[in-house]
């Protein structure tokens, strides 16, 4: 699985949610009433269950502007096919570990920690978008294949740095499925729309386990949201995510 790791993330997010929302149609001042004060007037006899019944009304009527206030920013570690993926999600602002000035002789070929290798490399059949098909040739023979060429290019790039040549541009010989380090720092929103849209079925399996780790910091930090999202995928998908 992907390594996802919460660094930062908004003081009571769900509750600044339903502040904002809650602003928009609130005749005092929300900086100035407790919380359970702004929320009167929701339906639910609890202020869980008026939270709850906001966040569900907000999210089934497409009302995202109000979960864009609330931030976090998250550690992960994925392949540089990956980064080339989750990088389009251009709401989300990125610092990405540098092949130019970190040096990366120390990468174990064998390791998944440090080179991603192929989902399907064990498999003798894919599903992709374009059907069922089958894969050629014995699985040794392939695994025999990725462990020799990621073997080659780590030795070629040792060998280039070894003789002078800049790493950035040795880091040219390196396999996409080198992994690097990243932070992104996004709004719930933004990690919502990750979640939908690279969480689905169809998505790489990278990227779907990069998505299933937002999804845990969400659940953990924002439980009311992901339970109501969990219960409603469907028709809250169909309001308009992307910004």
Known sequence: MVDVRLLAMTDDPEELVCRCARNDYYDGKIPDDDFPTVMNGVGGDTVDEKQATLVKKLMLRGHWGVFEHPQMTLWFRVSRSCMAQITRHRHVSFDIQSMRYVDFSEVDPTSEEDIKRPRTWDQEKVSTREGTRAIEGP???????????????V?????????GMPKEDAR???????????????????????????????????IQELADGVRDVLEEHMPTTMRIWNENQKAIERQRLSP
């Open 139 to 153: 699985v040794e023979e392939r695994r025999e294949l990725i462990d020799e060429t990621y073997e080659r290019c």
């Open 155 to 163: 030795e070629a790039y040792n060998q280039l740095v070894d003789a």
């Open 172 to 206: 040219m010989l390196l396999p996409i499925g080198t992994k690097v380090n990243i932070t992104a720092s996004m709004n719930v929103r933004a990690a919502l729309h990750i979640i939908s849209m690279r969480g689905a079925g169809d998505a790489q399996a990278e």
